[in-house]
């Protein structure tokens, strides 16, 4: 099975940058790392958890209309590494971040229920 633990959460300064990593580990040997769906949700306090960004085994992206043009997913397969670059954060960015695997594609991006594995979330928070 497969293990996701997210880094790089913490406190910054509206229009600060942080880079969130979340490493995969213990995956089943018969199916390899590059060919999960990857994705990075986020959950606010007393809201639902929405899709920030997804990444497709060919590398195919999707990002949220609320973070286009500041928020960047990329997957470094040798690593087994999902990346989430924010940048230009906003307070409305706060929340808890979590990695998700599917092993086959969840459609439509924001599909929960389309993933297979989730990371324990790590806090993103950022003042005014």
């Known amino acids: 099975q497969v293990q996701l633990v997210e880094s790089g959460g913490g406190s910054v300064q509206a229009g600060g940058s942080l880079r969130l990593s979340c490493e995969h580990s213990?995956?089943?040997?018969?199916?390899?790392?590059?060919?999960?769906?990857l994705g990075w949700f986020r959950q606010a306090s007393g809201k639902e958890r929405e899709v920030v960004a997804g990444?497709?085994?060919?590398?195919?992206?999707y990002i949220a209309d609320s973070v286009k043009g500041r928020f960047t997913i990329s997957r470094d397969n040798a690593k087994r590494t999902l990346l989430l670059q924010m940048n230009s954060l906003k307070p409305e960015d706060t929340a808890m971040y979590y990695c998700?695997?599917?092993?086959?594609?969840?459609?439509?991006?924001?599909?929960?229920?389309?993933?297979?594995?989730w990371g324990q979330g790590t806090q993103v928070t950022v003042s005014s």
């Open positions: 998700a695997a599917a092993r086959s594609a969840p459609v439509p991006w924001n599909n929960v229920m389309g993933y297979n594995y």
């Open positions: 213990r995956y089943t040997y018969g199916y390899t790392y590059s060919r999960y769906w």
């Open positions: 990444i497709s085994p060919s590398s195919s992206t």
